[in-house]
């Protein structure tokens, strides 16, 4: 058996970068992974409009989901389209939403691993949320961007099959769709931590914010379990991953 691992259960709710790093190592994302992403940017980043296509069209074929965007997101100042029948991908708004999405996933491929970065899945997770140090008011349940986030996991290891650099060498292949996975994984991490019971204590210890849009969805009676079910969770799911794709 492995040596335990000494956990800091405070610093999980205290700590953004201790986090990272306690889930990147329970799903088993290290220093290989983030070079096999970086070594698919070239690959996967040309196609990154078309993937933004895709979520976009897949997110407006369901009316709850598309209903978010009659929101005014933040740094959009434009006018919105106010129906759902009015509502269009071409819209300035949704555009505006196009180039952010298409930023993040540039992001995802091409970032240092650093402070900074996770900070900015930290963002990712928080802006989705209504909470007071936000301008715009845009609260997405956590059950959608849970769904999205597997439909963009799906859909980027799918992508990577049709890749002639990756049909070509199935273990650089293994080793890309692993990375992916658990990366997307480590970002839904960042989206659980504003949505369940688990985040009222990394708020409490010394961040005052409240998400007053949110009720706290009580999977669990101690605060601390549901993030090591959402670890494990992923760690069975990139197994399972690796395992196919490896056949």
């Known amino acids: 058996m492995a040596p335990i691992t000494n956990v800091d259960r405070d610093r999980l709710y205290t700590d953004l970068m201790y986090r990272y790093e306690y889930v990147s190592t329970f ?39 598309k209903k978010v965007f009659l929101q005014k997101g933040e740094g959009f100042h434009g006018p919105i389209s106010t129906s759902l029948d009015a509502l269009s991908t071409n819209d300035a708004h949704i555009q505006f939403r196009k180039r952010f999405m298409a ?43 849970n769904a999205l986030m597997g439909w963009l996991q799906a859909h980027l290891l799918a992508l990577v099959e049709t890749i002639p650099r990756f049909q070509e060498d199935s273990k650089l292949r293994a080793e890309t769709k692993g990375a992916l996975s658990k990366l997307l994984w480590i970002q839904n991490d960042f989206f659980v931590m504003y949505y369940l019971r688990d985040s009222e204590v990394f708020r409490g210890h010394g961040n005052p914010e409240k998400v ?36």
Do not use: Q
């Open 103 to 145: 930023k993040y996933l540039v992001k995802l491929l091409t970032a240092e691993y650093d402070a900074h970065f996770i900070a900015y899945l930290d963002y990712v997770g928080r802006i989705h949320t209504d909470t007071p140090t936000k301008k715009s008011k845009i609260n997405v349940e956590y059950i959608h961007l």
């Open 212 to 247: 007053p849009g949110v009720a706290p969805v009580y999977l669990v009676e101690k605060p601390g379990v549901f993030a090591l079910t959402m670890a494990s969770v992923a760690a069975v799911s990139v197994l399972v991953t690796l395992h196919f794709i490896k056949r």
């Open 27 to 65: 799903v088993g994302f290290d220093k290989a992974d983030v070079a096999a992403i970086k070594a698919a940017a070239p690959y996967i980043g040309p196609l990154v409009p078309a993937i933004v296509d895709a979520m976009y069209n897949h997110t407006f074929s369901f009316d709850i989901t």
